[in-house]
């Protein structure tokens, strides 16, 4: 079974800090996403990558960037948290693009205080 | 604009067929239908994806209108497991579109 892992379940930051949510796939997938999920708003694509070191925008970029240095591994990062980024954080991994199954972590809840 | 439109919510007894409808009216040629869950407080769950025929696995099946304007997804036998919102996605097979696009779903509760 593929397995995607996120570094933390919960996690509390103070606005204006630098904050890290990495994301570990084991199934040599090429492609990667982080969502961000909110009530009322469903699931909102923030950026993906489909190899290492590559990257796309997705819908709600502002606020975000990220790091893929090896294909297992795809990191999101808040330069400077903000309150209005309180929210689930989903990662996911997909093997192609030919059928796009995407496989989802568990998720990291971020509250920024 | 909404690629699918779902239902709200629906019930279902445990132990009976659920039946979880979708509409892609502006489906094209090249688009898929994807189905996902996501169970409270999990990430979401791939269940099952088709073109034009009707596909199954172990978990549901898919049955695909023959003008591909609408779907219904069948979980056979419900439990209380499958308690759940279920998210239907159109999604053109391959290129630049790899991003899934979730609506807002149907929250499917199993009663028993």
């Known amino acids: 079974d593929v397995k995607v892992t996120q570094s933390s379940r919960y996690l509390v930051k103070r606005t204006g800090e630098k904050v890290f949510l990495e994301c570990v796939q084991d199934?040599?997938?090429?492609?990667m996403f982080w969502y961000r999920q909110d009530p009322g708003l469903g699931l909102r694509l923030i950026y993906f990558?489909?190899?290492?070191?590559?990257?796309e925008k997705g819908d709600i970029p502002e606020g975000y960037s990220v790091s893929r240095e090896k294909k297992e591994r795809f990191s999101l990062i808040l330069e400077s948290a903000s309150t209005n980024q309180t929210s689930m954080y989903l990662c996911?991994?997909?093997?192609?693009?030919?059928?796009?199954?995407?496989?989802f972590g568990p998720g990291t809840r971020l509250t920024v205080t | 604009d909404a690629k699918t439109t779902q239902p709200p919510s629906m019930d279902c007894a445990e132990g009976r067929a659920a039946n979880l409808p979708c509409n892609h009216s502006?489906?094209?040629?090249?688009?898929?239908v994807y189905w996902y869950r996501q169970i409270h407080s999990q990430g979401p769950q791939y269940i099952i994806h088709?073109?034009?025929n009707n596909e199954t696995n172990e978990m549901a099946s898919l049955i695909i209108t023959e003008d591909r304007k609408s779907s219904t997804l069948i979980l056979p036998h419900a439990t209380l497991r499958d308690t759940a919102v279920y998210y239907c996605?159109?999604?053109?097979?391959?290129?630049?579109?790899?991003?899934?696009?979730f609506g807002s779903g149907t929250q499917l509760t199993v009663l028993p």
């Open positions: 996911a991994s997909s093997l192609d693009d030919v059928v796009n199954e995407q496989y």
């Open positions: 199934m040599d997938h090429e492609n």
């Open positions: 990558s489909y190899d290492v070191k590559m990257k």
């Open positions: 502006t489906i094209s040629g090249n688009e898929y």
């Open positions: 088709g073109l034009k």
């Open positions: 996605i159109v999604r053109e097979t391959s290129g630049s579109a790899r991003q899934l696009t």
